[in-house]
């Protein structure tokens, strides 16, 4: 028997990772389209980064605008744990379909499809290894 997770994961939408853009590849970009040079906006994201870990170290929350808001907290033991909640508006543009393309998308044919539906497709396709209720 298959679980349900099992076969989300096999053919539930994936994002295919895209590659990761670092700071200095984003100041790259950046400076494309300014009059600074990469060199000058790599060390003013550099010092964001710095400016933020120093506020964290002030027990101060760090709000970015418009992509996300990071809150200490802290467990018994003074164990510190960092929460990261994204910014609503960026989710909600993210939610866009018409940015999730084949090329950036798995499995993008069930892109629209529910849990039910892609369960109700693997148990017809796979009737000798049904998922467990």
Sequence with gaps: MATKLGVLSKVGPRIINQGTVDLEEMA???AKNTTYNTEEIYSILRLCVKEANDALKEGETVKMDD???IKLSMKVGGKVKMGIRADRGAVANLNNPRLW??????NHA?????TDQLIAAWNEEHPDDLVED
């Design 28 to 30: 790259g970009r950046i």
């Design 67 to 69: 992509l996300l808001t």
């Design 101 to 106: 393309t084949a090329g950036k998308v798995s």
């Design 110 to 114: 069930n892109l629209t499809k529910t």
